[in-house]
């Protein structure tokens, strides 16, 4: 598995001269919110601050900056560089003159990577990463792949989890995998709020799991794949065998992405699940940070 904070660090090592651009304010309607950025060499980007004529005109200015040799000029002993050398500001209006009709504006900051620049970066993704919210997918056939690459590209850490080997092979490097013979056991120690996507080669395997799963009040998300026959069995089985409830049950998301979309394709199912997780994980993550808020008259207290 290789992670996205090690990535970062490969693009740090390998491209020489880097260019932060970052996104430093903003107003009204903008493609990327404050603090967003990207890195950019003279060969290669990372990242994006929302693309169109206005990525377009940070990334030639960065450049314009990378392959510049800063000037230095003496001031006694000592040697300076120009701040105008080193760093760079664009304020930009999303308007028609730009091509961009996005009606906000935008500020972007511009500056070299040094050694501190960039171990502050480093510790930041390291930070971000480690708060991810948990996608476990169960299965690594036709749609697990399909799911497991399209979770690959969201700010999220996938796992897929199986009891066969070879249907672990192929998978996105940036998600983990895990073989073993006893998947519904990943399901306790998994941390709070993590999503449930379980769509096994084996329906009594993905009823023990999906089980596991709904006992689990911190889900963010439990979703089946499946027919709404297989549905209705799973909830024969799970009242009168589970010792599940009508309330475990009534959390139970299946089919996977819904069914107004009625497309079997692997690919497409993946797409239609991945937002629907998503959906979940940001509410489930809303939820859970209003619970832990501080009442205001507790703050003013003191």
Request: proline share 5%; glycine share 10%; with cysteine.
């Amino acid at each position: 598995m290789t992670s996205k904070v090690q990535s970062l660090k490969d693009f740090l090592a390998g491209q020489g001269r880097v260019a932060l651009v970052e996104v430093a304010g903003t107003k009204g309607s903008t493609p990327r919110e404050k603090g967003a950025f990207m890195l950019v060499s003279r060969e290669a980007i990372f990242g994006t601050i929302g693309g169109g004529q206005l990525e377009y005109m940070a990334i030639d200015r960065a450049r314009q900056m990378v392959a510049s040799s800063p000037r230095r000029k003496p001031r006694g002993k000592e040697a300076r560089i120009e701040v105008d050398e080193v760093c760079a500001t664009l304020d930009v209006p999303l308007g028609p003159e730009i091509g961009q009709c996005c009606g906000g504006r935008v500020e972007v900051l511009i500056r070299f990577v040094d050694a501190d620049l960039a171990n502050g970066l480093i510790a930041a993704a390291e930070t971000e990463e480690a708060h991810l919210p948990h996608v476990y997918i169960f299965g690594g056939g036709h749609v697990g792949q399909a799911l497991a690459a399209a979770m690959s590209l969201l700010p999220v850490h996938g796992a897929v989890i199986e009891t066969r080997a070879e249907a672990l092979e192929g998978m996105p490097q940036t998600v983990e995998t895990r073989l073993t013979p006893m998947p519904e056991a990943e399901v306790r120690n998994a941390p709070a709020g993590t999503a449930f996507a379980i769509l096994t080669h084996d329906h009594a395997l993905d009823f023990l799991i999906v089980a596991e799963a709904l006992k689990r009040d911190d889900a963010a998300y439990v979703g089946m794949i499946g027919s709404k026959t297989k549905k209705a069995t799973f909830r024969n089985w799970f009242l009168k065998s589970a010792e599940g409830t009508e309330a475990e049950f009534a959390r139970l998301v299946s089919p996977i992405g819904g069914d107004a979309v009625r497309d079997k394709r692997p690919q497409v199912i993946a797409a239609l699940a991945a937002a629907e997780i998503m959906t979940a994980l940001v509410v489930h993550r809303a939820a859970s940070n209003a619970d832990h808020q501080v009442p205001r008259h507790r703050v003013l207290a003191g």
